[in-house]
């Protein structure tokens, strides 16, 4: 039986430049966990507070991995665009 149904993940052109630089396999492995928490359930994550005009930005903390996304859903839930990566 299939479970549920993932967020597909994207990157900013920023967040793309960011995750270049994580090379530490630690450090991926961290990141990889949170990006899987947050395909499968892009709510988790609380959202930004400030000018609502454009999407809504959310940030998902794990604080036992030490990662940091700040990110938004696309209308139809499918994709989850990561803008910031912190590890």
Do not use: N
Not at 39 to 49: K, R
Request: a negative charge; zero cysteines.
């Amino acid at each position: 039986m299939a479970g549920p149904r993932r967020a597909r993940i994207a990157f900013s052109d920023a967040a793309a430049k960011q995750l270049e630089q994580i090379t530490g396999e630690a450090e991926i492995h961290a990141l990889d966990r949170a990006l899987v928490v947050v395909s499968v359930d892009p709510e988790i994550g609380d959202p930004v507070p400030g000018d609502h005009s454009g999407p809504q930005l959310r940030q998902y903390t794990d604080d036992i991995e030490r990662v940091r996304l700040l990110y938004w859903i696309t209308a139809l839930r499918t994709v989850v665009v990561v803008a910031y990566i912190e590890v």
